[in-house]
């Protein structure tokens, strides 16, 4: 049973930093594509960062020179480390693990981040 369980969110103030992890089990995660998403009240699910199997990442332009995705291998577990939070990065985050030469695709239940003062 493949399952993705995310970690970190919580309150924080503007200017901040939120480390989220999402860790893997289920699935041979080193060859997986992690993504992280987000979703904001009555909004679109957006996507946020990205790793490759081969560590390669991409940022969405409201969050690069903020916001950095890594993974451990060993771990099973891909985090997001954001800093410099702004209340525009209040969502529900998710994870998603993809591989979509063999049509496979899991998300994580989420987890809220709140970025108030």
């Known amino acids: 049973q493949v399952q993705l369980v995310e970690s970190g969110g919580g309150l924080v103030q503007p200017g901040g930093s939120l480390r989220l992890s999402c860790a893997a089990s289920?699935?041979?995660?080193?060859?997986?594509?992690m993504r992280w998403y987000r979703q904001a009240p009555e909004k679109q699910r957006e996507l946020v960062a990205t790793?490759?199997?081969?560590?390669?990442?991409n940022y969405a332009d409201s969050v690069k020179g903020r916001f950095s995705i890594s993974r451990d291998n060993r771990e099973n577990t891909v985090y997001l480390q954001m800093n410099s939070l702004k209340p525009e990065d209040t969502a529900v985050y998710y994870c998603?693990?993809?591989?979509?030469?063999?049509?496979?695709?899991?998300w994580g239940q989420g987890t809220q981040v709140t970025v108030s003062s």
């Open positions: 790793i490759t199997n081969t560590a390669s990442t």
């Open positions: 289920g699935i041979t995660f080193s060859i997986y594509t």
């Open positions: 998603k693990a993809e591989r979509e030469v063999a049509g496979r695709a899991y």
